[in-house]
């Protein structure tokens, strides 16, 4: 355990730290509190992957085992994800990274075969945990189109591109010399090639008999043992698939023409049946209209009824916009089932795992582009079975998450009881048919909570404890806003131009319940937690104008109130939905000059809002347009349930909302938050020479090059025309005068104040008339371009953000203004003069600096309501390079200071019920003598980390976490046994630094930043664990905590589960008698190399897996290494010592035969003369 003095840290500094520069003020005075315990060493980290949850991302394959119940979905990058009860799921990648373009199990042996389109093969072992690949064969000379394993049998039919039919023993992964030949098959039926393979299967009664399907129409089939075809059948369309009825005597071929053939295996002169089940039939018994292929047809039979046949695609080409059917045809009825996105493909699930006997289809399992469906097959209608699996993340687009570990033990159940009730009804009664594998049997405990906001504006809870994930609430933020009922009709809307809705940040506190999100229209909705359902007759809102530094320069003296312009009382600190038109430049929406001016970009909806049990709107508050000027998109937001405020910044500035009371506290621009202290210089800029593009034309390549392109010549026009304005406009009040809040009780603007704003605004208002129109609008695209640039929904545009900072990035540093980007509410000194703690609000810019603000909260819950919150500022507390990430509080022995917070209590409950329960639970306030420092500030922003001593504000460490990257997301987290801030930076290194030294101790190079999308869903959470959105379906999780990484084996679900496979279908006495079951047929003889010979070398190349034998001895390391090479080379050894053992033997039997002959030739001439030999 390593000690460290905060007074003596100077002397503990050595010269040869790589990467960190650290600084320490001396502290006076000997107390035992300087001294700060690190239990948390390097030996405490390890990062690793957990498991993966959604929908696999760009299925292309699926494969399902009967006996097992497990499900595999192949992906078009390469990703292989099993599924089986709930809870129970798997992720594997294949290297190469290619589509999966089929999947086969081999039923119930725990193995799994994958054809990629890179022409290679893999065998997969399903019986460990994590599943590993055995055998690779790779193909060089033929492209693998179709491949087919039959039940219980070792040997894989492999089709190709060119038509011949190659055949791999799975047991070791070697190519036979048998071949089918594509010329052989169709011999002189057609004088053209047939085509691709596109299908391959034995006949269910006879294993000598394959039936191959090419492209062109042609199929046959083929006998195994005489190495001919003995029926050819031909069609004029082009074949997609063939299915079998399983007596062996007919199949069934689905064509590109929408059309079904049925053909008994007798007759192959011409199809026994041809019938296009979505085709117009015509009167005069003509060849119907040709329909839409239909991609795959299953040909299922049942004991007790009617066969089905089910299939996909088909539809009339006069459908146009319909969506993708399956279709399912039960005797004489047909059913066609919509469905939501396009059919990738489709497997009907049996009882049975023999192709020859009665399948009895009880469901159809339906893989779509972004979804899975498994429909009941065996009750009316049709229902659909409820899916057990978060497949649900992408319904609508994540566009931020928050990941919340240890959380309070009675919210999992509390959110499951409200979300319960949102539940579809209309599914199956019957249980969820995919029910393979168990359950780990983890030791992690602990109840974990992940919040995802989307597109459409809704916010998601889930369970994310035991590597699990299960949907518990959804929240749909979007019914408090009005709809436009018509493409015309676009109110406000144009900040963004599409998802108006979508939620950017969010802030929760999950002891009060108390959720605050933030949507790009610049609106922030305060939401609290209740049990009972409630109507709210009006919504409250509150209606914020944050004016535009157009300027860049220190605004003048009333510049507290141009940047806080409807912040006087009854203006904007009403709660109505219109502020009152009191001053003049809130008297009309639009000028005199067309621009828009104090209006929201969302419509409130003014009718009665009926509220669920669940999370219920307290305060809505919006930002307004000013000047035509769309407002600045919210960049941090902070909410404190003890204090009863939310805090939100952005561009523009601060401001401080009481939700209690409604009102307005701050509205300021972030210059005015220096006060006289402001180190920046803020001149205006030269105006660049350059051509900048258009705003219809902005480059298309990511949020930083729109943000370089965002000063157009249209901007500087209005900005040189403001800056006129401002330096015309010397106020004399003073900094402190303008620091304050209007409701403050502090003092209120006086009647000269309103007059100076009265007039200035009204010289803004004449000087933008000689502005022209077009300047103004170019200046409102520019900036919703800007906006919506970060969240393009379009996957190529995700990708396009690099790795480190290119040129476009290094011109935010230069040219964007000072940004708020964060905002923590805390209990501690944030004066130098203080020596009890206060209610503060720390905020940090994107120019690096954490600045204070002091809160004078009412100590009782009835001041509370009656008085104003009061606040004082106390300046800048620490400078860092970059901007601000993340601030905490850290108390003198080393613990992380969570913020006061109020406990949860129903805000409709009675009243003695809600006094009961409602209680404030501070944070241990820090107290201090003269002198004395009693907490720490420890602040990370994009570049470096510090730690601050309270209230002296001394930095006693500094380290810079790296130079040639920047930081994207940065959290401090509690681990076992410490605290640590964990980073995260663009250039894929994930960095944990122990506090409050800030010693570096883990630095992995984890994951490069490939697209915008891992910037911004990337979030650390307590206990070591971690999460991101890896594609725009699925959530990576993460640990890059040791112990866990440790019981990881014990807390995976196992998917192969000892299971016996069914017994075969009895033949019956006739059948046995008369030959008339199935034909067994012994393919080792067939295509082993004794009969079959060894195939060419150059065809395929054999590949051992990680999982195999020879991989394991490559990938063998360490103790556990060298254990198994010490084993595997005893038993090389005993297989030698057993190989020389049996050549000894036959060399003393071989000397035992010469000496007998010897000994016999002797006898024979011994009594012989020489004349007699």
Known sequence: MKKFNIRKVLDGLTAGSSSSSSSASLQPGNRENDVIQETLQSEHFQLCKTVRHGFPYQPSAMAFDPVQKILAIGTQNGSLRLFGRAGVECYCQHESGSA???????????????????????????????????????????????CHLPFQSKWLYIGTERGNIHIVNVESFSLSGYVIMWNKAIELSSKTHPGPVVHISDNPMDEGKLLIGFECGFVVLWDLKSKKADYRYNYDEA???????????????????????????????????I???????????????????????????????????????????????????LTVMHGKSTAVLEMDYPIVDFLALCETPYPNDYQEPYAVVVLLEKDLVVIDLAQPGYPSFENPYPLTIHESPVTCCEYFADCPAELIPALYSVGSRQKRQGYSKKKWPISGGNWGQGAQSYPEIIITGHADGSVKFWDASALMLQVLYKLKTAKVFEKTR?????????????????????????????????????????????????????????????????????????GGDQASAVSTPGASSSPQSSAPQTHPSTSSNNSSDGLRDNVPCLRVRNTPLKQSPGYQVELIIQLVWVSGEPPQQITSLAVNSAYGLVAFGNGNGLAVVDYLQKTLLLNMATAELYGSSDPHQRQPRSPRKARQPSGDNLPKTSCM???????????????????????????????????????????????????????????????????????????????????????????????????????????????????????????????????????????????????????????????????????????????????????????STG?????????????????????????????????????????????????????????????????????????????????????????????????????????????????????MRIARTFCFSNLGQALYLTSPTEIQRLTYSQETCDNLQEMLGELFTPVETPEAPNRGFFKGLFGGGAQSLDREDLFGELAAGKASRSLAQHIPGPGSMEGMKGAASGVVGELARARIALDERGQKLG?????TAAMMASADSFSKHAHDMMLKYKDKKWYQL
């Open 1139 to 1143: 190989e020389l053992e049996e050549r």
């Open 705 to 891: 090059s729109s943000l370089s392109s965002f000063y157009s010549e249209s901007v500087k026009k209005l900005r040189s025309s403001y800056l006129s304005l401002c330096d015309g406009n010397d106020g004399s009040a003073g900094s402190e005068d303008r620091c304050k809040s209007p409701t403050s009780g502090s003092g209120s603007p006086s009647h000269s104040d309103d007059e100076s704003k009265h007039n200035f605004l009204e010289r803004v208002k004449s000087k933008s008339k000689l502005i022209s129109k077009s300047v103004a609008n170019d200046f409102a695209k520019m900036s919703r371009k800007f906006s919506m640039a970060a969240d393009q929904k379009d996957d190529a545009r995700d990708n396009s953000f690099s790795r480190s900072r290119s040129s476009s990035v290094a011109s935010i540093d230069k040219e964007s203004r000072e940004v708020i980007s964060s905002l923590h509410f805390y209990d501690c000194l944030s004066r130098k003069s203080e020596a009890t703690a206060v209610a503060s609000l720390w905020l940090g810019t994107s120019m690096g600096t954490m600045l204070a603000i002091s809160l004078n909260v009412p100590s009782t819950p009835e001041l509370r309501l009656q008085q104003t919150v009061g606040i004082s500022f106390c300046g800048s507390v620490v400078r860092l390079k970059g901007g601000i990430l993340r601030m905490a509080l850290m108390d």
């Open 100 to 146: 999966i373009i089929q999947l086969q199990f081999l039923i119930n042996e725990g193995a799994l075969v994958s054809a990629l389109a890179d022409d290679s093969i893999h065998l997969w072992n399903l019986r460990q945990k994590i599943p590993a690949i055995l055998h690779s064969l790779k193909f060089s000379r033929e492209r693998i189109t179709f």
């Open 275 to 325: 019938i296009t089940p979505h085709g117009k039939q015509p009167k005069d018994g003509k060849k119907p209209e040709p329909c839409k292929p239909i991609l795959k047809v299953e040909y299922k039979t049942a004991r007790a009824g009617e066969p089905f046949m089910i299939l996909s695609g088909g539809l009339s080409y006069d459908t146009v916009g319909r969506r993708a059917c």
């Open 486 to 558: 018509n493409k015309e009709e676009k109110p406000s809307t144009d900040i963004v131009d599409e998802d108006p809705f979508a939620i950017q940040s969010l802030a929760w506190c999950p002891e009060s319940r108390l959720l605050c999100v933030a949507g790009v229209s610049a609106h922030v909705i305060v939401y609290r937690f209740s049990k009972q359902e409630i109507t709210t007759e009006e919504v409250q809102l509150l209606e914020v104008r944050m004016q535009c530094e157009l300027n860049e320069v220190d605004s003048p003296d009333v």
């Open 239 to 273: 074949i997609h698939s063939v299915a079998w009825h399983h007596e062996g005597k007919q199949f069934v071929c689905s064509h590109s023409d929408g059309t079904l053939t049925t053909w008994n295996v007798r007759s192959p002169a011409k199809p026994a049946q």
């Open 895 to 1011: 613990s992380l200071q969570p913020p006061a917070y109020e406990c949860w209590y129903d805000p409709n409950a009675p009243e003695d019920e809600k006094e009961r329960t409602r209680r404030r639970r501070p944070a241990s306030p820090p107290s201090t003598q003269e002198n004395q420092d009693s907490h720490y500030a420890v602040v990370c922003s994009d570049k470096q980390a510090k730690v601050v001593a309270m209230p002296s504000q001394n930095c006693v460490f500094e380290h810079n976490i790296t130079e040639n990257s920047f930081v994207l997301r940065a959290d401090v987290v509690i681990m076992p046994a410490g605290i640590c801030i964990a980073c995260f930076c663009a250039n894929g290194h994930i960095m944990t630094l122990s506090l409050p030294s800030l010693r570096p101790l883990l630095d992995v190079n984890y994951l490069p930043l490939t697209d």
